[in-house]
């Protein structure tokens, strides 16, 4: 079975900053592209910052120039560093893969989700 889980949401002012993080885990081949969503109550979950296995990344217009993804391929994790953070950036972070587990196709996979709350 694989697993994303993530850490580091929590209560932040405005202007601050959070690092959230995932690790992936289980019976794993390949990781492909890997992405953080969010979503806020009442609102679609929308797509954050996705980096490829390559290095390559796409941003949301709403977090360019303050939110950075990472990753270490070696250790099947995702990073996101958010800095600047505004109050509308309050929303359930989730964690997303698509991994190639051992004897099975690939798949996307999701993480449980982390809150960040950023106050005003």
């Known amino acids: 079975q694989v697993q994303l889980v993530e850490s580091g949401g929590g209560l932040v002012q405005s202007g601050g900053s959070l690092r959230l993080s995932c690790v992936a885990s289980?019976?794993?081949?390949?990781?492909?592209?890997m992405a953080w969503y969010r979503q806020a109550p009442g609102k679609q979950r929308e797509l954050v910052a996705v980096?490829?296995?390559?290095?390559?990344?796409d941003y949301a217009d709403s977090v360019k120039d303050r939110f950075t993804i990472s990753r270490d391929n070696a250790k099947n994790t995702v990073n996101l560093q958010m800095n600047s953070l505004k109050p509308e950036d309050t929303a359930v972070y989730y964690c997303?893969?698509?991994?190639?587990?051992?004897?099975?196709?690939?798949?996307?996979?999701w993480g449980q989700g982390t809150q960040v709350t950023v106050s005003s």
């Open positions: 289980g019976s794993i081949l390949s990781v492909y592209a």
């Open positions: 997303n893969a698509r991994i190639k587990p051992l004897g099975l196709p690939a798949a996307n996979y």
């Open positions: 980096i490829i296995s390559g290095g390559g990344t």
